[in-house]
């Protein structure tokens, strides 16, 4: 700077210059200085400071008039944190807090102590709160959090960070809502701090090769700014952590990653500050505090162990969100003085993204910070799940080891705008967990319980087959029981558990088909017809009759039921029992209410499905299709891939039937017949295994990849009665698509549904499904990965309010500026007119909260 300043010629120039150049450097003492900070404590009716350096004010301005219920009170056990925590604001009704904001991205932290406080029990705090228009806590109960949060450093306090970007100078309200008549919301601290404009929002000029990347692809994933973030994990490498005083202005906190290692012996480097840290635009000087970028994460240099390892970090994080990864790289170490010494591979979530991390190669030189940033989509599973980062040294790599700084994880609000996750589990015992120790004694016996409990299992299992193996034979040799014994599980056969698969007599198949009347018939298949039927009286099931020509023999069949009965997943049709007896082979079904996914996609009296439907049943036969291609023992291959043999359950969940089936069908009785018998649906089949006769799980991917257009396009997959170029869908798709109009011949029925990058994308993974070179195909697991993004761009473009793909109007678009109020919590998208001011909490009906709890209405 001050060079370019002193070659500019003469005089006054000169002196203006200099005195610009020389005030911009003396501005630039603080790294950042954020343009509005509020640290208030909320309930304290004096001002105070903190040893890391907040300076707390009174809460009492910031209060929206129109909350007189709420109380002051103070905690009944002192906390032992510095902190607001002496007092709190609480109330049984809502409360507002509101700010007056320039535009930008913002910090909004919120702090809370559980505990007991004066009049108000500690158990009894659950709420929701609301910022704007996002959701940050809904049904939150703080003892609940608090006691499931064993670190013993800061016990009992919880703590929230989120990132919102405002679009106008407005207000914005902070709105705490309890949960129940019976439960209180309250609140210790809120702060609020302005952040700069890109710092974790994606700038919309940046080269798109620097936006955060879709893991797994090489698709850029925007942060916009109309999300919000919520901060899960911001972590330096090593054992140190680094306090909101030492941060560069915007007071955030950075906690150490060790306590988030899976693998042992990694080890940490603090480097000195030798080398000076050159920043660039994209890392200018406010990311991060220097320390960040010197202290590095290692796998240990010379260890060998290294090359079998993957170095492992689990996060805990809510299923059913997409996150967002910053990691922080810089090189200081002397010895590594050009590309090539250290490369390595980074996967998160176990998909691969990228394996050529090279940091003297991004950077050039030492000393240089640099993020790369990553997006994965959790999706929806159990409540808590871990995200995995791993790294591994590429075998080219010179040096046998990986390197990391600091890493960041920031949940996205989803299209509703909510980033409320659920409360965790109350914990089964009151065991109390004081320090390192003892947590590590629970990690030890969490991991060894399921592999015992798998152990028993499995010899049950075991003894269970061999018990019903020689139950069905001496049956064989007895004379067939009375329809009296067979409404209950036969004989001995009713030891069995309820999930494992049930045997059923003839006679119990004979009573629930009506004697497998015609009228009963659901469906005709090529391996016999399949009847609905009801067991147990009144159970309604699908009773899979082979045709009676099979030459199996029992020990075969018994084998294939084993197998096909260990297949337990959501996105399959279940196996409830079988039956082979009088040269009758039958397999029982679970019965799914809804028929079939063709059933509702066309030549149908049913009310077709939407978009968003579709995709999701998609995504769950994709699911059951990689279940069977890699849950089990040995790969399972489908062969019959189509619309109609994925079901639908009554909550439309998709579930695909018909597997297994070509082993123990009466054409294939063994594993050779499989490979050379083409078998399969006209329409669906891949044309690779049609020619070479090689099957491959890849088939399967094909077939699929006929589904997905057959559920674009709403027809089927070969049409004898139009036009030529238009008789094979895949043909006519593909031919469509390249001329880049696959918009022509999407279903009508989906007009205006779909978002236009979504169809883009829904296309691409279809197509990829379709190429010729089966090994070019995706795998199932990708294709799930995919879907599940092009979902996720759907529900995004649709919280636009660009798409209206529900007209009964389960989700309005709205857009961002009409949910900031101007004024108070009337215009903030929530019906709180109901709140008069001098209503007491008591008398707050119940039903003004649920339509609190649920704003879009019902
Ligand atoms: C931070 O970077 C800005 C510009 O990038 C520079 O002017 C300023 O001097 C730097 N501040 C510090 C404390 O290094
Ligand atoms: C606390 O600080 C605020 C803002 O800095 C100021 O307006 C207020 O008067 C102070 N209150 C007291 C009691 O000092
Ligand atoms: C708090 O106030 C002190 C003294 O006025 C000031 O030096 C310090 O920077 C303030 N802290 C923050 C975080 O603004
Ligand atoms: C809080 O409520 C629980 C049960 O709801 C009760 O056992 C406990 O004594 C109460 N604590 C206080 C401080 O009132
Ligand atoms: C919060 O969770 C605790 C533990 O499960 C429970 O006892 C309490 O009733 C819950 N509070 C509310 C208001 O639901
Ligand atoms: C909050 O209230 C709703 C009903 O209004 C209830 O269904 C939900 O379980 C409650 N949440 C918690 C955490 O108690
Ligand atoms: C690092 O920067 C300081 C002041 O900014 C300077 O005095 C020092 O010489 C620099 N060191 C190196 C190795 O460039
Ligand atoms: C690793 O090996 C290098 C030589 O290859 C040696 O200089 C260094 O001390 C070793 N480091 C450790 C931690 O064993
Ligand atoms: C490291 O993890 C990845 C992703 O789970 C896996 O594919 C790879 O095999 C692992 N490498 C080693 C050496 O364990
Ligand atoms: C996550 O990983 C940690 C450490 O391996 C483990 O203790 C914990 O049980 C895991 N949690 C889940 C939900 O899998």
């Known amino acids: 700077m001050e060079t370019t300043c002193r070659q500019s010629a003469s005089g006054t120039i000169l002196l203006l210059l ?52 709420s109380v002051a009170a103070p905690s009944l056990t002192p906390s032992t944190q510095q902190g607001p925590y002496t007092y709190a604001r609480l109330s049984h009704s809502p409360f507002t807090y509101s700010f007056p904001l320039t535009p930008g991205p913002k910090f909004i932290r919120l702090f809370f102590y559980s505990t007991s406080y004066q009049n108000f029990n500690r158990s009894q705090a659950c709420f929701s709160v609301k910022a704007g228009p996002y959701t940050l806590l809904q049904g939150f109960n703080a003892s609940l959090n608090a006691d499931a949060d064993d670190d013993p450093s800061h016990s009992d306090i919880l703590f929230r960070e989120y990132c919102i970007n405002l679009q106008d100078a407005e207000n914005l309200n902070i709105i705490f809502i309890p949960n129940t008549t019976d439960s209180y919301a309250f609140i210790n601290g809120i702060e609020i701090v302005s ?57 955030r906190t950075w906690d150490a990653d060790s306590k988030y290692l899976v693998t042992q012996s990694e080890e940490s480097i603090e480097y000195k500050a030798t080398t000076n840290l050159s920043f660039t635009k994209k890392t200018p000087n406010y990311t991060a505090p220097d320390q960040v970028f010197r ?59 990228t394996d050529w991390a090279d940091v003297f190669l991004w950077t050039k030189n030492w000393g240089v910070p640099v993020v790369r940033e990553y997006v994965v989509i959790i999706s929806e599973n159990q409540k808590k799940v871990n995200l995995s980062l791993k790294m591994h040294p590429n075998p080219k790599s010179r040096v046998s080891d990986t390197q990391i700084n600091a890493i960041e994880i920031f ?154 009965s260990q297949l337990r997943h959501l996105h399959l049709v279940s196996l409830i029992g079988y039956c082979y007896e009088s040269n009758e082979m039958i397999l029982v079904y679970n019965f799914m209410d809804r028929g079939t996914l063709r059933g509702h996609l066309y030549d149908t009296d049913n009310p077709l499905l939407s978009w968003k439907q579709r995709l999701q049943i998609c995504i769950g036969a994709a699911r059951g299709l990689h279940y069977l291609h890699t849950g089990a023992k040995q790969m399972i291959i489908h062969r ?34 499989v490979s050379t018998q083409v078998k399969g649906s006209i329409g669906y089949l891949d044309p690779e295994y049609y020619k070479r006769q090689r099957l491959t799980e890849k088939s399967d991917v094909y077939s699929y990849g ?116 101007s004024s108070h919590s009337n215009s903030s998208g929530l019906n709180t007119k109901s709140y008069g001011n001098e209503e007491s909490d008591q008398l707050i009906p119940q039903n003004v909260f649920s339509e ?6 019902r």
């Open 18 to 69: 200099q005195l610009w150049c020389f005030s911009f450097i003396s501005i630039a003492e603080d790294i950042y200085d954020p343009t509005e900070l509020f640290s208030i404590s909320c309930g304290s009716s004096t001002n105070f400071s903190t040893l890391d350096t907040r300076n707390w004010t009174a809460d009492i301005h910031f209060l929206s008039p129109t909350t007189h219920l």
């Open 195 to 251: 952040m700069p404009p890109s710092l974790y929002y994606t700038d919309p000029d940046e080269d798109y090769t620097e936006q955060p990347q879709y893991v797994g692809t090489t698709t850029p994933y925007v942060i916009e700014n109309k999300f919000a973030l919520e901060t899960m994990y911001r972590l330096k490498a090593g054992d140190h952590t680094i306090s909101s005083s030492g941060d560069t202005g915007m007071l």
């Open 852 to 857: 609190l709890e649920d704003p879009k209405g």
């Open 295 to 353: 202290s590095v994460r290692n796998m240990g240099m010379n260890d060998s162990n290294n090359i079998k390892n993957n170095i492992t970090w689990h996060f805990t994080v809510d299923s059913g969100f997409t996150y967002f990864l910053r990691l922080y790289f810089c090189e200081l170490n002397p010895r590594f003085n050009e590309a090539g010494f250290l490369i390595f591979s980074i996967f998160i979530q176990d998909q691969l993204a």
């Open 706 to 821: 006929v589904v997905l257009l057959e559920v674009l396009c709403g027809r089927q997959p070969l049409l004898r009665t139009v036009e030529k170029p238009q008789v094979s869908l895949v043909d006519w798709a593909k031919h469509r698509y390249e001329k880049g109009c696959l918009g022509e011949i999407v279903d009508p029925a989906l007009k205006g549904q779909i978002a236009p990058q979504c169809l883009r994308k829904f296309g691409e993974v279809a197509l990829s499904c379709l190429v010729e070179d089966g090994t070019q195909r995706p795998s199932m697991n990708d294709v799930v990965g995919m879907l599940e993004f092009v979902l996720q761009l759907q529900l995004q473009d649709s919280a636009d309010g660009n798409v209206v793909w529900e007209s009964s109007g389960d989700y309005e678009g709205r857009t961002t500026k009409d949910m900031f109020s």
């Open 411 to 564: 949940k996205i609000s989803n299209y509703k705008g909510s980033l409320a996750g659920p409360n965790p589990d109350p914990p089964t015992q009151p065991a109390v967990v004081t320090h390192q120790d003892s947590n590590k004694k629970i990690g030890v016996s969490k991991k060894t319980l399921p592999a015992v409990m798998g152990a028993v299992f499995g010899v049950l299992l075991l003894t269970l087959f061999i018990v019903a193996f020689f139950l069905v034979k001496r049956k064989k040799n007895i004379a067939v029981e009375s329809k009296k014994h067979g409404t209950t599980r036969e004989g001995g056969s009713s030891s069995l558990p309820s999930n494992l698969c049930r045997h059923f007599s003839i006679s119990e198949i004979i009573a629930a088909t009506n004697n497998f009347d015609e009228l009963n018939v659901l469906g005709v298949g090529g391996f016999g017809n399949v009847y609905k039927g009801y067991i147990d009286d009144s159970t309604p099931v699908a009773i899979k009759r082979l045709k009676p020509d099979s030459q199996q023999g029992l020990k075969e069949f018994m084998n294939e039921i084993e197998m096909l």
């Open 640 to 673: 019959d891939v189509k619309s109609t043999n994925i079901l639908l359950d009554e909550k439309w969940v998709a579930k695909v039937s018909d597997f297994g089936l070509s082993r123990i069908g009466p054409t294939g009785s063994s594993m050779t017949h």
